[in-house]
């Protein structure tokens, strides 16, 4: 069982990231719906027991974040091949307000992943950065009665 409360942390935020990247990435709704199965059965699986454990499912978010990446890289590109045929096929009857609504809808998801990341930086920095602080913290703690000096007094000689 799980007892390191700062493992524990650190899995919980791993998880809610890696569940808004899902949502960030996703262009289509299939896809939304897939890379939500995804991340939740990534985060029902059981959690890490140590430290080691959490850096180890952080790059296995990573990959899989990476991996919608492409997917969704993929997809743009199709679509633009299949928008640029259309228009010439058709130059009368277009779709261009939906699909540019969605794309700026895909725009903003992705400037919303962005500016997360680089308010908060990613989550594995966020997980270093806490550790660091945690292991500062447990240090100071430590060292209390040598960090503080007697008190001197009069009274004694």
């Not at 990446?69 to 939906?98: F, I």
């Not at 809808?105 to 997360?116: K, W």
């Not at 920095?125 to 447990?138: F, V, Y």
């Amino acid at each position: 069982m799980m007892n390191d409360a700062f493992v524990k942390s650190q899995w919980q935020i791993l998880c809610d990231d890696l569940r808004r990247c899902a949502d960030a990435i996703a262009v289509s709704e299939a896809d939304a719906k897939e890379f939500a199965r995804q991340s939740e059965t990534f985060a029902n699986q059981e959690p890490p027991e140590r430290y080691p454990d959490l850096l180890k499912r952080t790059a296995e978010a990573a990959e899989l974040a990476v991996q919608w990446q492409q997917r969704r890289d993929d997809q743009l590109a199709a679509g633009n091949d299949s928008a640029q045929n259309k228009q010439a096929r058709d130059q009368v009857s277009r779709s261009e307000p939906a699909r540019d609504a969605t794309a700026r809808d895909a725009t903003a998801r992705d400037a919303t992943a962005r500016d997360e990341v680089s308010r908060f930086g990613t989550a594995d920095e966020r997980a270093t950065h806490e550790h660091e602080e945690a292991m500062i913290d447990e240090a100071s703690d430590e060292s209390f009665p040598a960090s503080d000096p007697p008190s001197f007094s009069h009274a004694h000689a």
